[in-house]
């Protein structure tokens, strides 16, 4: 019986042992992988850190492409061309444009150097640009700019203009209303969605004066654009005042940025 006992009790010791030894084995078998695991959470490029970086840039797709034209041209180019794909009528390719009345800068210019601060400010914000033209000495009339906005893949285009009306001053949207076989009807609703967003924006970013907007069935290159379209009149060139402010860096800062959150807006972002 002593025997018997004995051997028991030791085999339920020997038992004992090598659960222990077992459970041991388990515990420090399992420390370094969780250690790894808790290091590896830490490093830049482990899983967790994979998958941030994958929202982040799910969130931070491309966006939109924007057309930028700026109005006019040096020489302008009275050859007529139809000015709406639905009429007969026609107007000429390009008109001459104002001047500023007291800086004397012609307007073809000032619309080509807002239009390169306007392109670097929206690709900063991530868009991607198309520009109508990049140089003064061209000669590309409405028509054809508007043509080639529709093939450039442009979400939007915008149109930039200066004013001349003595001495009226601020700023308004000229825009599309009339649908027609050329353009759909959901296009032509966004032309004033555009159009209010910009104003909206321009006027907060410069303080200038708000004319509001004017439906225009007679613009050549607004009529020919089959995607969202509006022209600003920036201010006027005619009001010695308001041209000379125009001049100033930074006061052209503050136009850039009014568009630009105008195209945000629009966007949603
Ligand atoms: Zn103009």
């Not at 353009?183 to 410069?206: D, E, F, G």
């Amino acid at each position: 019986m002593d025997n018997t006992t004995n051997t028991s009790e030791k085999s339920t010791t020997k038992q004992r042992l090598t659960a222990i030894v077992i459970a041991l084995t388990m515990v420090l078998a399992a420390l370094p992988l969780s250690y790894a695991y808790s290091y590896a959470s830490e490093q830049p490029g482990s899983e967790q850190e994979k998958n941030v970086t994958d929202s982040n840039a799910e969130k931070e797709k491309p966006r939109p492409m924007v057309a930028i034209d700026p109005g006019h041209q040096k020489y302008l180019d009275s050859r007529l061309e139809r000015f709406d794909p639905n009429k007969k009528g026609k107007k000429p390719r390009i008109s001459g444009g104002c001047v500023g009345v007291a800086s004397g800068v012609p307007e073809y210019k000032y619309t080509l150097k807002i239009a390169k601060k306007l392109r670097k400010e929206l690709i900063k914000r991530g868009y991607s640009v198309y520009m109508t033209r990049k140089k003064n000495n061209v000669r590309i009339s409405n028509r054809q700019r508007a043509l080639r906005v529709n093939k450039s893949g442009a979400a939007i285009y915008i149109r930039l203009h200066c004013d001349s009306w003595g001495s009226a001053r601020g700023v308004s949207m000229q825009y599309k209303n009339k649908t027609n076989r050329y353009v759909k009807k959901r296009v032509t609703r966004k032309n004033k969605k555009l159009s209010k967003y910009i104003l909206k924006k321009y006027v907060k970013a410069t303080k200038m004066k708000n004319r509001g907007m004017f439906a225009r069935n007679d613009l050549t290159g607004s009529n020919w654009s089959k995607i969202p379209t509006t022209l600003i009149e920036m201010g006027f060139f005619s009001n010695a005042a308001e041209d000379r402010r125009m001049q100033k860096a930074s006061f052209q800062k503050k136009m850039v940025k009014g568009i630009a959150n105008g195209v945000d807006a629009y966007f949603g972002y």
